[in-house]
């Protein structure tokens, strides 16, 4: 690729500037991706800067769309598009072998998927380079009733990869306990037991910065475990709560809101308790939520009254908050009506509807920079 030149034609003895690839890239990179999309629009070397394989690793990523899969017996990994996704990406994971079962998503985690291969095996890939490696079986004690792996995996704060192995067994008195074993991909095994609760954190999770961020089953709350202390192999827990309101009154049959990573933040999304209003918060500090963006959900719908009664008399809202990113200006919901699932611009009121299976689904942002434990595997591409 030629280097960009920039011509200076006004006044005297001006003279032409050159810029080499790298700087220009290393500048692009450092935009919001609304500002990014504009200039690529500038000239050609700008605009083949985001599609070449070994520049657009550092560029601003654009969001591909929707990976799920159906709760019938069809076990097959489908993908939902968005209009600006990448059309050369593998999302069906035919790169990784399955064996004798189909491969299973469980996690997504800024471009990384953690799947199940078969009854016991769990494998992390990236579907943007092809790579995936096999994590090594952990043995679960003889009262473990269930295992629960949550990937984490923040390429601003390291290029290796964690998976936490939550193990639930049966409390003597009743209840559950649950000890926490987590994997680096650094040194790829297990670690003794390195934290245990008996309360019911069990939700969805984020990893931000080194923090894996899991929520509760009914509780408004989040757990909090900082990065490994690999002198100590310890995990350090808090819990913060959650902004907005705790799962309503008895007669309110309302979910928590959605967690979503955006600009390098953990934000937390939920409805007002009319639903005509959505309510955008991020972290900020250690637990101080602020409020980004407060949207009307009523120009979305095109009418005043989101709430609704199911046959018990409990009131519900019209529509369920799936994924979220403030940088990209999206929004993802799920309208309960229809059974339907669609995206919104928060800037243009744009809709889109998307053809894809409302319940398990992950929203997908692929990363395109080969990773250090993937690279010494002889299974990559």
């Given at each position: 690729?030629?280097?960009?030149?920039?011509?200076?034609?006004?006044?005297?003895?001006?003279?032409?500037?050159?810029?080499?690839?790298?700087?220009?890239?290393?500048?692009?990179?450092?935009?919001?991706?609304?500002?990014?999309?504009?200039?690529?629009?500038?000239?050609?070397?700008?605009?083949?800067?985001?599609?070449?394989?070994?520049?657009?690793?550092?560029?601003?990523?654009?969001?591909?769309?929707?990976?799920?899969?159906?709760?019938?017996?069809?076990?097959?990994?489908?993908?939902?598009?968005?209009?600006?996704?990448?059309?050369?990406?593998?999302?069906?994971?035919?790169?990784?072998?399955?064996?004798?079962?189909?491969?299973?998503?469980?996690?997504?985690?800024?471009?990384?998927?953690?799947?199940?291969?078969?009854?016991?095996?769990?494998?992390?890939?990236?579907?943007?380079?092809?790579?995936?490696?096999?994590?090594?079986?952990?043995?679960?004690?003889?009262?473990?009733?269930?295992?629960?792996?949550?990937?984490?995996?923040?390429?601003?704060?390291?290029?290796?990869?964690?998976?936490?192995?939550?193990?639930?067994?049966?409390?003597?008195?009743?209840?559950?306990?649950?000890?926490?074993?987590?994997?680096?991909?650094?040194?790829?095994?297990?670690?003794?037991?390195?934290?245990?609760?008996?309360?019911?954190?069990?939700?969805?999770?984020?990893?931000?910065?080194?923090?894996?961020?899991?929520?509760?089953?009914?509780?408004?709350?989040?757990?909090?475990?900082?990065?490994?202390?690999?002198?100590?192999?310890?995990?350090?827990?808090?819990?913060?709560?959650?902004?907005?309101?705790?799962?309503?009154?008895e007669d309110f049959c309302c979910p928590d809101g959605c967690l979503c990573l955006s600009c390098g933040v953990l934000c937390y999304a939920q409805q007002e308790l009319d639903g005509c209003m959505m309510r955008i918060w991020s972290l900020e500090g250690s637990d101080k939520w602020v409020v980004?963006?407060?949207?009307?959900?009523?120009?979305?719908?095109?009418?005043?009254?989101?709430?609704?009664?199911?046959?018990?008399?409990?009131?519900?809202?019209?529509?369920?908050?799936?994924?979220?990113?403030?940088?990209?200006?999206?929004?993802?919901?799920?309208?309960?009506?229809?059974?339907?699932?669609?995206?919104?611009?928060t800037s243009t009121g744009t809709e889109i509807w998307i053809d894809c299976e409302p319940w398990l689904r992950y929203y997908y942002v692929p990363y395109y920079k080969k990773l250090p434990a993937f690279s010494a595997l002889k299974g990559s591409r």
């Amino acid at each position: 690729m030629d280097m960009l030149k920039g011509d200076i034609e006004s006044g005297e003895g001006m003279t032409t500037t050159i810029l080499p690839d790298d700087l220009v890239v290393d500048i692009l990179s450092r935009l919001p991706l609304k500002s990014f999309c504009r200039f690529k629009c500038v000239c050609k070397s700008w605009l083949a800067f985001s599609s070449d394989p070994h520049y657009r690793q550092k560029l601003p990523r654009t969001p591909s769309g929707l990976l799920y899969q159906k709760r019938e017996l069809d076990t097959a990994i489908h993908f939902a598009r968005l209009p600006s996704s990448d059309r050369d990406i593998d999302t069906t994971l035919s790169f990784v072998p399955c064996g004798r079962y189909p491969l299973q998503v469980k996690g997504c985690s800024n471009g990384l998927l953690l799947c199940y291969n078969g009854v016991s095996n769990a494998i992390v890939c990236n579907p943007a380079t092809e790579e995936w490696m096999s994590l090594p079986y952990t043995q679960p004690g003889p009262t473990v009733s269930y295992n629960y792996l949550m990937l984490g995996f923040d390429p601003l704060w390291s290029q290796h990869f964690y998976v936490f192995n939550f193990q639930w067994s049966t409390a003597p008195i009743g209840g559950y306990n649950a000890e926490v074993k987590v994997l680096s991909s650094e040194d790829s095994t297990w670690s003794s037991c390195l934290w245990e609760t008996d309360d019911a954190f069990w939700g969805g999770s984020i990893f931000v910065n080194g923090v894996l961020y899991v929520g509760h089953l009914w509780e408004h709350e989040l757990l909090v475990l900082d990065a490994l202390d690999t002198s100590t192999q310890s995990l350090s827990d808090r819990t913060i709560r959650l902004p907005g309101f705790p799962n309503g009154p008895e007669d309110f049959c309302c979910p928590d809101g959605c967690l979503c990573l955006s600009c390098g933040v953990l934000c937390y999304a939920q409805q007002e308790l009319d639903g005509c209003m959505m309510r955008i918060w991020s972290l900020e500090g250690s637990d101080k939520w602020v409020v980004k963006n407060r949207l009307s959900m009523t120009n979305v719908f095109g009418r005043d009254m989101l709430l609704r009664t199911d046959s018990k008399g409990r009131w519900y809202f019209d529509y369920d908050i799936l994924a979220f990113d403030l940088e990209r200006e999206l929004v993802i919901v799920l309208d309960r009506i229809a059974v339907k699932v669609f995206s919104f611009s928060t800037s243009t009121g744009t809709e889109i509807w998307i053809d894809c299976e409302p319940w398990l689904r992950y929203y997908y942002v692929p990363y395109y920079k080969k990773l250090p434990a993937f690279s010494a595997l002889k299974g990559s591409r």
